[in-house]
């Protein structure tokens, strides 16, 4: 079992920047692929980035841009979303979810555990 916990999430100003953090519990922490989605009223939950367990690899979705960036300290079971260049359409909340194993996938379905989401909100 492991729990993920996200933070970092507040109202921010368009074109400023945010670091969302999420910490996972147990000692397993190096064996999960690690993601992010997030999700806005009345749509489906939408990939954003995901980092692999071993080498570091990430994925973004294309829409971003470059825009954010995900990294992983494993000694901290924890992962970030560096966000930057933030725009309205950014607004959702943002979801932390692990999978076990070293592939990534963009269907929310296939990821294991998820946190409770924290709340990013980007202001014209």
């Known amino acids: 079992q492991v729990q993920v916990v996200e933070s970092g999430g507040r109202l921010v100003q368009a074109g400023g920047s945010l670091r969302l953090s999420c910490v996972a519990s147990g000692r397993t922490f190096g064996l999960y692929t690690m993601a992010w989605f997030r999700q806005t009223p009345g749509k489906a939950r939408e990939f954003v980035a995901a980092?692999?367990?071993?080498?570091?690899?990430?994925n973004y979705a294309d829409s971003l841009e470059g825009r954010f960036a995900i990294s992983r300290d494993n000694a901290k079971n924890t992962v970030y979303l560096q966000m930057n260049s933030l725009k309205p359409e950014d607004t959702a909340v943002y979801y932390c979810?692990?999978?076990?194993?070293?592939?990534?996938?963009?269907?929310?379905?296939?990821?294991?555990?998820w946190g409770q989401g924290t709340q990013v909100t980007v202001s014209s």
């Open positions: 980092i692999s367990r071993r080498d570091d690899t990430t």
């Open positions: 979810a692990a999978k076990y194993g070293s592939t990534w996938n963009v269907n929310a379905n296939d990821y294991d555990y």
